[in-house]
């Protein structure tokens, strides 16, 4: 998908923000659209500060709230990859403290990391503190001191119970096991190598000019009031960040590299491919699995589509990133009011708006002649033929499409290990498997007392070879 493609959806995103703007009542919004590793579109609506009459931009800065639990997940995953945790380990390993903590429900040592950055700990929304109501959100002190009276409120993994309370307290291990306050660790670990110059926790002299004002709905009239603003204090790695749609468009564009091999921060690799891979993955699915939860992560099916997805709210400000893996598409939604769903919403309406153009562009695209096929590579020949396995088990190996494959021999077939993939491989007569049942282990052929292939073996069972090749 081309920013020219995108550019061409430019009335149809236009009707789609604006008719949002009028609907929910918002006073202004930004929005990006991400393709891989580019932001290819970016617009803003309304007004950002509208006493001063200032448009949205890219660059304009908006608190996006719990979107930061993202960033505090894979800060957990980071530590967790260095050796200094498991997904399984209890809280109260890493906070003693947490030890006296009330667990009206369920046991303390059942509340692991895992559980925390899924949202299945059954620990409390909030902390036992003022907070949301009080515009003042207390310290992490004050948050361990008063883990005696915190509680446990349901049985862990029996339902989806958001946490704020939970990634506030996921924010003192990561400082406790990295030695470092919560706030550095990310700025050092995660905002600085991807490049992330304009997000921050807290308003720079240099931040300043580009910020939002933030807005809450009135209660009699259309025109919304300023909103307060309250430091998040204590509770900063469950919503403290502040950020703007160039920034969060980087944060998407590195959800799309679980390819990217090892960590390195000099690259912006700041998590292994494997373990972004790991993160995405869904921990647990609602009873009609029509969404789940990711490690810090929500996803949602939404016809045949899955996307990820993280919104956040707080005075002033809604927010939503959401992303479609297979295409590598994504969105950035940014509106300055709250409490309002539309960031969220406007976010679905705009990634099911691109890839519906861009299936229909595929759809609509001249097909070209195949080319002619290419003959086996003498080196796979002698693998190619009928095998069958006791009691009963057929396999065929044929050469198409540019590669060895182990199919069934008919449509009905019990073919147990196929349609699977075979590649050579360093050690002669020892194929690996790719795909299906035996991914990832070898298929290891015998030759009879001629040097012909009379067999091969794979996970336990042998398939001889019983008619040869034509």
Same mark, same amino acid.
């Not at 930004?30 to 009459?53: C, F, N, P, T």
């Not at 997000?199 to 209660?219: I, N, V, W």
């Not at 700041?270 to 810090?296: I, N």
């Not at 929500?298 to 707080?314: D, E, S, T």
């Given at each position: 998908?081309?920013?020219?493609?995108?550019?061409?959806?430019?009335?149809?995103?236009?009707?789609?923000?604006?008719?949002?703007?009028?609907?929910?009542?918002?006073? =202004?919004?930004?929005?990006?659209?991400?393709?891989?590793?580019?932001? &290819?579109?970016?617009?803003?609506?309304?007004?950002?500060?509208?006493?001063?009459?200032?448009?949205?931009?890219?660059?304009?800065?908006?608190?996006?709230?719990?979107?930061?639990?993202?960033?505090?997940?894979?800060?957990?995953?980071?530590?967790?990859?260095?050796?200094?945790?498991?997904?399984?380990?209890?809280?109260?390993?890493?906070?003693?403290?947490?030890?006296?903590?009330?667990?009206?429900?369920?046991?303390?040592?059942?509340?692991?990391?895992?559980?925390?950055?899924?949202?299945?700990?059954?620990?409390?929304?909030?902390?036992?503190?003022?907070?949301?109501?009080?515009?003042?959100?207390?310290?992490?002190?004050?948050? &361990?001191?008063?883990?005696?009276?915190?509680?446990?409120?349901?049985?862990?993994?029996?339902?989806?119970?958001?946490?704020?309370?939970?990634?506030?307290?996921?924010?003192?291990?990561?400082?406790?096991?990295?030695?470092?306050?919560?706030?550095?660790?990310?700025?050092?670990?995660?905002?600085?190598?991807?490049? +992330?110059?304009?997000?921050?926790?807290?308003?720079?002299?240099?931040?300043?000019?580009?910020?939002?004002?933030?807005?809450?709905?009135?209660?009699?009239?259309?025109?919304?009031?300023?909103?307060?603003?309250?430091? +998040?204090?204590?509770?900063?790695?469950?919503?403290?960040?502040?950020?703007?749609?160039?920034?969060?468009?980087?944060?998407?564009?590195?959800?799309?590299?679980?390819?990217?091999?090892?960590?390195?921060?000099?690259?912006?690799?700041?998590?292994?491919?494997?373990?972004?891979?790991?993160?995405?993955?869904?921990?647990?699915?609602?009873?009609?699995?029509?969404?789940?939860?990711?490690?810090?992560?929500?996803?949602?099916?939404?016809?045949?589509?899955?996307?990820?997805?993280?919104? =956040?709210?707080?005075?002033?400000?809604?927010?939503?990133?959401?992303?479609?893996?297979?295409?590598?598409?994504?969105?950035?939604?940014?509106?300055?009011?709250?409490?309002?769903?539309?960031?969220?919403?406007?976010?679905?309406?705009?990634?099911?708006?691109?890839?519906?153009?861009?299936?229909?562009?595929?759809?609509?695209?001249?097909?070209?002649?195949?080319?002619?096929?290419?003959?086996?590579?003498?080196?796979?020949?002698?693998?190619?033929?009928?095998?069958?396995?006791?009691? =009963?088990?057929?396999?065929?190996?044929?050469?198409?499409?540019?590669?060895?494959?182990?199919?069934?021999?008919?449509?009905?077939?019990?073919?147990?290990?196929?349609?699977?993939?075979?590649?050579?491989?360093?050690?002669?007569?020892?194929?690996? &498997?790719?795909? =299906?049942?035996?991914?990832?282990?070898?298929?290891?052929?015998?030759?009879?007392?001629?040097?012909?292939?009379?067999?091969?073996?794979?996970?336990?069972?042998?398939?001889?070879?019983?008619?040869?090749?034509?």
């Amino acid at each position: 998908m081309s920013e020219a493609f995108v550019d061409s959806l430019g009335p149809q995103l236009d009707g789609l923000l604006i008719s949002w703007l009028e609907k929910a009542r918002l006073p =202004g919004v930004a929005a990006g659209i991400v393709r891989d590793q580019s932001l &290819v579109w970016r617009k803003g609506y309304g007004h950002s500060d509208m006493e001063r009459h200032r448009r949205p931009d890219e660059l304009t800065l908006s608190r996006v709230a719990s979107i930061t639990k993202t960033f505090t997940t894979l800060s957990v995953l980071q530590l967790r990859d260095d050796g200094l945790l498991t997904l399984e380990d209890p809280l109260v390993l890493h906070i003693p403290e947490f030890g006296a903590a009330n667990p009206t429900a369920g046991r303390l040592e059942d509340v692991t990391i895992k559980r925390m950055v899924t949202h299945r700990s059954g620990l409390t929304t909030e902390p036992p503190l003022p907070g949301w109501g009080a515009l003042s959100f207390p310290t992490m002190n004050a948050i &361990v001191a008063a883990l005696p009276q915190a509680e446990v409120a349901i049985l862990q993994d029996s339902a989806f119970k958001y946490s704020n309370f939970a990634f506030a307290l996921l924010g003192e291990v990561i400082a406790r096991l990295s030695g470092r306050p919560y706030v550095e660790y990310v700025k050092a670990n995660i905002l600085g190598p991807l490049g +992330m110059t304009l997000t921050d926790f807290d308003l720079s002299l240099d931040m300043q000019p580009h910020s939002a004002t933030g807005y809450s709905p009135s209660e009699h009239e259309d025109r919304p009031v300023k909103a307060p603003y309250a430091h +998040m204090a204590g509770m900063c790695a469950a919503g403290q960040l502040h950020s703007n749609v160039r920034d969060l468009a980087k944060w998407i564009s590195f959800q799309f590299k679980t390819d990217g091999g090892d960590r390195d921060d000099t690259k912006g690799q700041v998590l292994a491919g494997t373990t972004l891979e790991e993160m995405h993955r869904p921990v647990y699915l609602e009873p009609d699995w029509s969404a789940g939860q990711a490690l810090g992560w929500r996803v949602v099916r939404v016809g045949g589509r899955v996307f990820h997805n993280h919104g =956040g709210g707080i005075h002033g400000f809604g927010s939503n990133v959401a992303f479609h893996k297979p295409s590598k598409t994504g969105v950035v939604v940014l509106a300055n009011i709250w409490p309002t769903v539309a960031a969220a919403q406007i976010a679905q309406d705009m990634l099911g708006l691109v890839l519906d153009a861009d299936a229909n562009a595929v759809k609509t695209t001249a097909r070209q002649e195949p080319a002619l096929p290419g003959n086996a590579p003498a080196t796979l020949t002698e693998y190619m033929g009928r095998y069958r396995a006791e009691p =009963g088990i057929p396999a065929l190996i044929e050469y198409r499409g540019g590669a060895l494959r182990l199919v069934g021999p008919e449509p009905e077939a019990y073919t147990l290990h196929a349609p699977a993939t075979l590649e050579l491989t360093g050690t002669s007569d020892a194929l690996m &498997v790719r795909g =299906g049942r035996g991914s990832g282990e070898l298929a290891v052929f015998k030759r009879d007392s001629n040097g012909g292939i009379a067999s091969y073996e794979l996970g336990g069972f042998v398939f001889k070879r019983h008619a040869p090749t034509g």
